[in-house]
């Protein structure tokens, strides 16, 4: 099932893979897997995230919200090797290879979970998603509104244009938060959200 990565555990068996993330700075050899997202090759989505947003700020823990394999939190460790990157994902399987990917990489700041492992406690200095579409639009909905609460800065969120980025931009607006097109590239749109409050 292609959608196989929004489960805690993938029915599929597993059949690890090598990959090469070479993006924005970064140049590594990784591992992926089948049941979950982009076995085998960085995803255009999150490859046109990683090359169209700024660096995080110094200072703060960061967020990968449904993290996969873990790209966007290798890149944000890298770059911000004293900030505490927060890798969450509902798939164990995900969560493993992150784990495994940033020791392999010498990064010692990914801190791979749960969502419900996340302590409440924890307010975020900025967000990077690729965020699961395909599990529907209340399940997305149900999803930001329970994260970006939690998070003090910038939110950047990486959609497809076919795929209803536009209606979600415009949801967030309703929600109170600004949400501007930072980029569109090869069908993906990369919105910048922020709160009212912060801005």
């Known amino acids: 099932?292609?959608?196989?990565?929004?489960?805690?555990?993938?029915?599929?068996?597993?059949?690890?893979?090598?990959?090469?993330?070479?993006?924005?700075?970064?140049?590594?050899?990784?591992?992926?897997?089948?049941?979950?997202?982009?076995?085998?090759?960085?995803?255009?989505?999150?490859?046109?995230?990683?090359?169209?947003?700024?660096?995080?700020?110094?200072?703060?823990?960061?967020?990968?919200?449904?993290?996969?394999?873990?790209?966007?939190?290798?890149?944000?460790?890298?770059?911000?090797?004293?900030?505490?990157?927060?890798?969450?994902?509902?798939?164990?399987r995900a969560l493993s290879l992150v784990r495994a990917n940033a020791e392999a990489a010498g990064l010692g700041n990914v801190h791979a979970c749960r969502p419900d492992e996340v302590p409440d406690d924890v307010v975020f200095a900025g967000m990077w998603s690729n965020p699961p579409i395909r599990s529907g639009k209340a399940a997305l909905h149900e999803l930001l509104a329970e994260w970006l609460p939690r998070v003090a800065g910038p939110s950047y969120l990486v959609v497809a244009k076919n795929l209803g980025s536009d209606s979600l931009a415009r949801w967030l607006g309703e929600q109170g938060y600004s949400a501007s097109r930072l980029s569109s590239n090869a069908g993906f749109r990369v919105l910048e959200v922020r709160s009212a409050v912060e801005e």
């Open 1 to 92: 099932m292609a959608d196989q990565y929004f489960a805690e555990q993938p029915t599929a068996p597993s059949s690890p893979a090598p990959a090469r993330l070479d993006v924005a700075g970064l140049s590594l050899t990784v591992t992926t897997d089948s049941g979950v997202f982009s076995r085998g090759r960085l995803d255009k989505g999150t490859r046109v995230l990683l090359e169209h947003v700024p660096e995080p700020e110094q200072g703060g823990d960061l967020l990968d919200l449904g993290c996969g394999w873990g790209p966007i939190s290798l890149w944000l460790a890298t770059v911000r090797r004293r900030s505490t990157v927060w890798a969450v994902d509902v798939n164990e």
